[in-house]
């Protein structure tokens, strides 16, 4: 049983729970053999709407919470007080070993809050960065952080070029990842304060292939494998990312539909358009991780459909068979060494 990989799914959070998260599930197992499914939500609701589908039933589990967190609760609140939450039951069956991940599309402020509280975090780690892929002209890169730590610290920034590196090269398959720190120009002197102090110490790790400041405009380049920044920045680019994105391909189709020639041409160049939003689509390549703690704990979009639940659930296949938390105990363990020497 130790190659199942054991998700516990909240079911009850996001725009359309339950059923495009449990939705997600059933398309999980359904096309594997080695995940198996922990929902966590109201058993009724749960019950009825996995009975629209087909699927093994033995790989998909119901794990009643009472609780539901909404997105406007205060997430220290709310943590503490709705103990039979979906969030928290599904964190505390990761905590106790019984699940090996956490999803949830619910409440950000409650998946960073229980993710520090409950799961809790890789001895040496000071800060969990959360850290989505975005999609770039040569494929993806990893935004670290997005929105967990707002105030971090140079030491902060550090440890997320860190396990950002790891993330990249043993989850998505890039060897010895670019990383670089995001500034308002390339020259090693601008920056604020934080970009100033960190810079340096990125320069002198030997565990990452650091190449300097970047600009915004670099990161849809894919200039870096690993963008650094702390969260309000991470946060305001994921955002901006998101929006211009969208707007692009509504503006395209538009365009596209405009007139009668624009329609033929529409139809001739189709297939090579709908490939190449595919590899801008956010929902391809799952949720954003929240790492350095001691399971994998995984935020998607509030919006999330089936899609993007599928493919975060298999995003946390990958990260148990890589090993990744691990890895980055072992990296920030030689760190660790390296300094008291």
């Not at 959070?13 to 053999?33: F, L, M, Q, R, S």
């Not at 009668?260 to 529409?266: D, H, N, V």
Request: aromatic share 4%; charged share 25%.
């Amino acid at each position: 049983m130790s190659d199942i990989t054991k998700v516990a799914l909240d079911a009850m959070g996001g725009d359309h729970a339950p059923y495009e998260i449990v939705k997600g599930a059933v398309e999980a197992v359904n096309a594997t053999e080695d995940i198996q499914i922990l929902l966590t939500g109201k058993e009724e609701i749960l019950v009825e709407t996995l009975s629209k589908f087909k699927y093994p039933k033995e790989r998909i589990q119901i794990v009643n919470a009472s609780e539901v967190i909404e997105t406007a609760e205060p997430p220290v609140m709310a943590i503490r007080r709705k103990k039979d939450s979906s969030i928290s039951v599904a964190m505390n069956l990761v905590k106790r070993g019984e699940a090996d991940a956490f999803i949830s599309a619910g409440s950000s402020g409650a998946v960073l809050v229980g993710g520090q509280v409950l799961v809790g975090r890789i001895k040496g780690v000071e800060r969990p960065p959360l850290a989505p892929l975005i999609p770039t002209a040569k494929g993806v890169s990893l935004l670290i952080d997005c929105g967990a730590n707002v105030d971090a610290r140079s030491s902060h920034l550090v440890q997320f070029a860190k396990m950002g590196s790891v993330y990249m090269e043993h989850v998505i398959g890039k060897k010895n990842p670019t990383v670089g720190i995001v500034n308002i120009g390339a020259e090693e002197e601008k920056g604020n304060a934080l970009v100033k102090e960190t810079f340096p110490l990125l320069k002198a790790c030997k565990d990452i292939n650091f190449i300097g400041s970047i600009e915004a405009r670099d990161i849809p380049a894919g200039v870096a494998d690993v963008v650094v920044c702390e969260a309000f920045v991470g946060n305001v680019i994921l955002k901006l990312y998101e929006g211009v994105g969208s707007t692009l391909i509504k503006k395209i189709k538009s365009s596209l539909m405009a007139s009668f020639r624009s329609k033929i041409g529409a139809l001739l160049v189709k297939p090579t358009l709908k490939a190449t939003l595919k590899d801008f689509d956010a929902t391809e390549y799952g949720g954003a991780p929240l790492l350095g703690l001691n399971g994998l704990v995984v935020k998607t979009h509030g919006n999330a459909t089936a899609k993007e639940v599928y493919n975060s659930i298999l995003q946390c296949r990958t990260f148990k068979e890589q090993r990744i938390n691990e890895k980055i105990r072992d990296i920030l363990s030689a760190t660790e060494q390296e300094t008291k020497e």
